[in-house]
């Protein structure tokens, strides 16, 4: 129904800037969110980012500042702006897509998941 791809992550030194991108594809859908979560080694999957299809964005309080969520310029996706990377900020990122399906008789939520973008930040 829907598929998810993320792209950008790579092996940066501490200081430098990473852009990230997800792309949601499919049909029968319509997208009310997406948003940015990562998991580090050892870690619990955190919220990063998210922004709404009314444009509203949020994000977790440490991170404030220093990534900054957008709409892509192509329909369905989004950019995760990371600047001033940090070694805690080594992690997998994963995409997420929340939709909604409606019809005259239901309103199904679901939410979808890329496979993940690894970032590695190094001292």
């Known amino acids: 129904q829907v598929q998810v791809v993320e792209s950008g992550g790579g092996f940066v030194q501490a200081g430098e800037s990473l852009s990230l991108s997800c792309a949601a594809s499919g049909s029968g859908f319509r997208i009310t969110a997406m948003g940015w979560y990562r998991q580090a080694p050892g870690k619990q999957r955190e919220l990063v980012a998210s922004?709404?299809?009314?444009?509203?964005?949020m994000y977790a309080d440490s991170l404030k500042g220093r990534f900054t969520i957008s709409r892509g310029n192509a329909q369905n996706t989004v950019t995760l702006q990371m600047n001033t990377l940090k070694p805690e900020d080594t992690a997998v990122y994963y995409c997420n897509v929340h939709t909604v399906v409606s019809s005259s008789r239901s309103l199904i939520h679901d939410d979808y998941w890329g496979q993940g973008t690894q970032v590695t930040v190094s001292s």
């Open positions: 922004i709404t299809s009314g444009d509203s964005t």
